[in-house]
């Protein structure tokens, strides 16, 4: 590992002046290339403190060996240079999108004497008028076969057209009438290059005077009474409306544009791209990276313009390209689009109409692909295996955490305190094995001391299973009377029940992790660690996960681990990390709104939400129920009087102690309680007897 000071450039080398830079390693290999307005000030970036940099360019400065430049005239041209060198030396700490020469064009070659339809893929040919990117090839062959039927263009390879030549015998497609037959003479060069322009045309989005010209032939032919041509038209007609709505109208101004959107965590980013010409979305592609660099999504941005743009000239870069963030600068990138397509060209963020709704379908496109990308990652054995290695070495574990739980504490502002636990076992989740926690030990907010009580209760169920089964060596009785009085107290079941269910298997806090992450850093890492110690475990391994920089923090060092920018073990520990939140945040969601539906029932313990159905659905409301006797309510299914005495002194508690006042007019407000409780939102408002409602409900 380099000292980035030993190669740093004396003072007042580097020019203050826009150009190119790259690091490069000891084996003086490109690791990374950026440009800058000004050499001297970005330079000057990578050389200060290393504990004030970002992890990953801290990683980069440090296994590069020395940094050249090369200065230029405007920021125009060091875009332009930086998209050379990324492309010739393919730096790995630089963003770089999978998957981009992948998406087939349909292509017409209009540079052959009889141009010809195909499927291409890879880099463009001059003389080649491209359409799409499609997802797949099989919706460009299901276009073209549309189409031929009013466009006869050559489809057949050079082999198969001088073969025909040749013999003077056409292929199959000749004899059906989805080819003129170039090939033996049926129709002449000329003849044929107008019918490949008609046909780009088309592709183009210049539809509607082709499809007039066919409807005023279809119709002069009837009037002729040519009914067999007018036929053939009529049919011409519906081939090609059935092929334009394969790409329906998504902006009625018939706009030319290119929409990108950028789906990202801290490790990756997904990039969509849809292609809108003539109101129509033509193609789409998308690609995936990983963000081996600080980026931010204005950088992202300009990269995926560098990769789309490139190589275009001409009409194939859009008058206008709407982005979710701007490029910082924008002018230079601007400018540069500007050059590529000959004209002016709108870079800019859709802010209303048919353009942001579209660009919030591309972003969910993103969203989407993002996802599909960690499902796809996740779920392969290799992978997997290789995180579990990466995150024993990176921890110095005996063997690799073949079973993770991860903790997250989740409160809204100190309220609704409450904990889950996730569970992955050789790398996948185990849903069946999750557990929530309400916070019952202290009120307010302090993450620190939530993770130390879940780590203990946690804990402490385990190791009451270790002593059932006679597992537990050490033996301390007081241990015992310590775990079930603090189980007791929390409200969790006694540990004279059974810690397995019928058929024998574990349940609940059986099993033991290998390695327990905690969603924090130093503090949370530390108060977990101590619950370990204060419980006499030191079998198994602690880290936490900070959000911020993704940082490991192992116990009792100043220093967090940094695993490498491409490690599968810390994708892994993330993916961990960000179900545990998921999964707090939503049991801390439900709670918040369980307590704002609350009614007196609630506080009636072993009172289920079938019986107070059947209470409020007897009696019509909380206040006919609250009025009635113990003998009255044990006439309701399913209420014995023990419960029904319950249920009185619980209303009798929660009984208003003076009448409610309308404040305007002073009246007292008498009016029967509406008949919800908790559990029962929604549900309309009745009053009065079941006889008394009968003419007012609707």
Not at 459 to 483: C, N, P, S, V
Not at 547 to 558: C, G, M, N, Q, S
């Amino acid at each position: 590992m380099a000292d980035p000071s030993s190669y740093r450039p004396k003072p007042g080398q580097i020019p203050d002046s826009p150009g190119v830079y790259r690091f490069r390693d000891e084996h003086r290999r490109v690791i990374y290339v950026g440009k800058a307005k000004s050499l001297r000030q970005r330079l000057a970036n990578y050389f200060q403190d290393l504990a004030g940099l970002h992890p990953r360019t801290r990683t980069m400065v440090t296994t590069a060996a020395s940094v050249e430049w090369t200065v230029v005239s405007t920021e125009v041209e060091a875009l332009q240079l930086e998209y050379s060198w990324i492309k010739e030396y393919d730096p790995r700490f630089n963003v770089k999108y999978r998957d981009d020469k992948s998406y087939p064009y349909l292509a017409v070659t209009m540079s052959e004497e009889f141009p010809r339809v195909q499927v291409m893929r890879g880099h463009k040919k001059k003389g080649v008028r491209y359409f799409g990117p499609y997802a797949h090839a099989w919706a460009i062959r299901d276009t073209v076969d549309l189409l031929l039927r009013v466009f006869p263009v050559r489809t057949c390879s050079a082999g198969v057209f001088k073969n025909a030549a040749r013999t003077g015998r056409p292929c199959l497609l000749g004899y059906i009438g989805k080819c003129s037959a170039p090939c033996v003479g049926r129709i002449s060069a000329e003849e044929h290059g107008e019918l490949a322009e008609d046909f780009c045309d088309f592709m183009a989005g210049r539809t509607g005077t082709y499809l007039r010209r066919l409807e005023r032939q279809m119709m002069e032919a009837a009037e002729e009474m040519e009914y067999e041509r007018a036929a053939r038209l009529r049919d011409d007609i519906e081939a090609l409306k059935k092929a334009m709505e394969k790409n329906a109208v998504v902006l009625a101004d018939a706009t030319d544009a290119d929409l990108i959107a950028v789906a990202e965590d801290e490790l990756e980013a997904a990039v969509q791209i849809f292609h809108v010409r003539g109101g129509r979305v033509r193609g789409q592609r998308g690609w995936v990276t990983d963000k081996v660099e600080d980026v931010t999504t204005g950088a992202l941005v300009e990269h995926a313009l560098q990769q789309l743009y490139g190589e275009e000239r001409g009409d194939s870069v859009p008058k206008e390209v709407l982005v979710p963030a701007l490029p910082e600068p924008v002018e230079p990138v601007q400018e540069w689009l500007t050059e590529r397509r000959g004209s002016n060209v709108s870079l800019r963020i859709p802010q209303r109409g048919d353009k942001k709704a579209l660009m919030e379908t591309v972003a969910r496109n993103a969203q989407q692909a993002l996802v599909l990308h960690k499902t796809k990652r996740a779920s392969d054995l290799t992978t997997r295996s290789r995180a579990l290695e990466e995150i024993a070495e990176a921890l110095d574990l005996d063997s690799a955490p073949l079973r993770i739980e991860c903790y997250d504490i989740s409160h809204l502002q100190g309220d609704d305190v409450v904990a889950s636990m996730v569970v992955f076992e050789d790398g996948l989740q185990r849903k069946s094995e999750y557990r929530r926690f309400q916070i019952k030990g202290f009120e307010g907010q302090d993450d620190v001391r939530s993770m130390h009580e879940v780590i203990t209760r946690r804990f402490r169920r385990y190791i009451a299973e270790k002593e059932r089964t006679g597992e537990w060596t050490d033996g301390e009785d007081a241990l015992a009377d310590d775990t079930g009085t603090a189980l007791a107290d929390a409200g969790e079941a006694p540990l004279t029940s059974s810690l397995k269910d019928d058929d024998g298997r574990p349940k609940r806090f059986a099993y033991p992790p290998q390695l327990v992450v905690v969603d924090g850093g130093q503090p949370q890492v530390a108060a977990a660690k101590r619950a370990l110690d204060e419980l006499g475990i030191d079998d198994i391994a602690v880290c936490g996960l900070a959000k911020r920089l993704e940082e490991v923090w192992v116990p009792d060092d100043d220093d967090p681990v940094v695993l490498p920018r491409s490690s599968e073990g810390l994708y892994l520990l993330q993916r961990v990390r960000d179900e545990a939140h998921r999964f707090a945040i939503t049991y801390q969601r439900t709670k918040r709104a369980k307590r704002f539906r609350a009614g007196p029932l609630d506080e009636v313990s072993g009172l289920g939400e079938a019986r107070k159905q059947a209470l409020i659905k007897h009696f019509g409301s909380v206040k006919r129920l609250r009025a009635a006797t113990i003998d009255q309510i044990c006439e309701v299914p399913g209420i014995g009087r023990k419960t029904a005495e319950t249920i009185a002194v619980a209303l009798a508690r929660s009984a208003s102690p003076a009448p409610a006042v309308n404040t305007a007019t002073g009246e007292i407000i008498d009016d029967e309680e509406p008949d919800t409780t908790a559990g029962f939102p929604g549900d309309p408002v009745k009053t009065g007897a079941p006889e008394e409602r009968r003419g007012q409900e609707t």
